[in-house]
């Protein structure tokens, strides 16, 4: 027999922080793309969940984020690492059911190093 010693609310930028540091540690994503109120938010606070909609249920949560990922990665794969490492990360650390994960991909990141080695290609083959 459990008892119970009061309620548990976890906060949406909790939950949304949780996502987003998830979020980052997939391999192909930039940042997570946030407005110009979200981007001075994250870097007032230093939040790591601007930018991430955290929509909360009866006893589950799901998420909206627009990330920016880097030239040359395999996007759907990407997007799917991102739905999946919030999903495990989101429910082991809350113990809410994660219902939905949409990831919209809102830009595409070219470092100075793809960039110089497009510039090469295109002089060595024009």
Known sequence: ????????????????????IAAKKVPGVHRIFTSLVGGLAQIIRKTPDAG?????????????LRVIVDYGVNIPEVTYQIQKT??????KMSGLKVSNVDVVIHGVHLSRQDLQKEEAEKNKNG
Do not use: H, R
């Open 86 to 91: 919030i999903k495990e990360e989101v429910e």
């Open 1 to 20: 027999m459990e008892e119970k010693y009061g309620n548990l609310k976890i906060d949406n930028e909790v939950l949304g922080a949780i996502a987003g």
């Open 52 to 64: 991430i909609k955290v929509i909360v249920g009866e006893n589950e949560v799901s998420f909206e």
